[in-house]
């Protein structure tokens, strides 16, 4: 059972956190989504799970992304899952990048970490049908996006779930993170030393992989980035161009990794995902 | 010395926090400032001065109202103080709606609130001073608006400064404190018992005392609002009526007293102080 924990107006929509019961998670988990007018009157509309970053919760999107406006214009629901287990209960990590707040959006076969740690089936399975089955989300118009972390999540997931994510796009991704410290941090605990198992969620690797599976896919990124050298763009912009895949990779100058940029590009953002979900 | 504390690149413009000695708060004084493109090249800009409410920071307007984009496209300076003097120095309260985070933008004559809590010369002069000095404003193009408390703020220092603040506007503004539980805690710690004293900063009878001033003032109020008894806009709107002073109250059906209320109604405040400044 879903219990709503908060909601409030917002351009005629409204922006609402839930809390549940998560099978996947092992505890309670909590999710933002905002739900424009149309959505509310309960007509279908296209979907955008967004995946946060480091540190972040399912309020960071909400607060600092500022998106509801055009979602508001464009009929567009916004989904924004918390990035890690959480609780007591819930093992934790012996700093920012690993842990509660750091969950990668992968399943952990590793002691602490598999017990809790299975974002990818809690987002791309468990939430997935909570969220199709309890709004009037268009079951075929739904795109994932997310940024840093959650940017390699959303690459990662729509490369895994291409029948569930039709468009997909990032800020400031991880775009490698088998040769990265945060990622090859959170790839060894989560997943162990083996890294023929770390090239399954590795952007760059599942493109090589998988070939092109999206029409175009959409990234921004900021040139003075303080954290530019974890996120390999690049490295992806190369395996695109092997497999074919058509990408846009924007790098704009002075902006850096947080949500100043984000919300400076945010619009272009919900417009590539407008277009790509209702082609 | 200013001290440039934080700057991020944003729409093209630049979101920064500065912090400096303030003389009239006998302490370090911090305030944000978002500078558009324009403004970074040297050309004078018309100017906002935000106050925002009760528990905020300099950094609540910049991350939480969503100013920025529209503001970046009418080439708009927007500048946001913290809401109180800070530090151990600093007289604290016994809950939030006093003390540090509540200075009500008043000059406090009473210990032990006088020592530290002048923030109406720290605003109108002060700060007024200091970026005027500092950044491209246009002189003659300032106006200012505010958030509950810091409605207050604005609609007081509005008609208390008019030749300062060409044009004035508020979400959900404490509209008589002398007649409000917040207003009367904060007035009597603050001002001392002498109920004369708080009409000099009470808007409501600033309206009736000093006559219409303003071409129109803007106020946008949530009919939810769970502070609805403390803000009393009917009241000002009568003293507006009596005075002849234009008023737009708005009443949106729905919507709170927090951000993702003025989020949705920010773009109407920025273009009316916009067509305002440029009058």
Known sequence: MMELIQANRCFDGEQRIYTFNSKSLKGQAKFGIFLPHQALMGQPCP??????????????????????????????????????PR?????????????????????????PWAEHYQMESFIADELYAVV???????????????????GHGALTLAFKYPEKFKSVSAFAPICAPSQCPWGEKAFSNYLGVDQAEWKKHDATALVQSKGALFQEILIDQGAKDQFYSQLNPALF???????????????????????????????????????????
């Open 237 to 279: 912009k190369q395996a695109c161009a092997a497999a074919g895949q058509s990408l846009t990779l924007r790098e704009h100058a002075g902006y850096d990794h947080g949500y100043y940029f984000i919300q400076t590009f945010m619009d272009d953002h919900l417009q590539f995902h407008s277009v790509q979900l209702d082609a």
């Open 47 to 84: 979907a955008l799970f967004y995946l946060a970053g480091l540190t972040c919760t399912e309020e960071t999107f909400a607060i600092k992304a500022h998106a509801q406006r055009l979602a508001a214009q464009l009929g567009l629901i916004l989904i924004s899952p918390d990035t890690s």
């Open 132 to 150: 199709t089955q309890s709004f009037p989300l268009q079951a075929d118009a739904i795109g994932i996006f997310g940024h840093s972390m959650g």
């Open 87 to 111: 609780g007591e209960q819930v093992a934790a990590g012996d700093s920012w990048d690993i842990g509660q707040g750091a969950g990668f959006y992968i399943n952990a076969t590793q002691a």
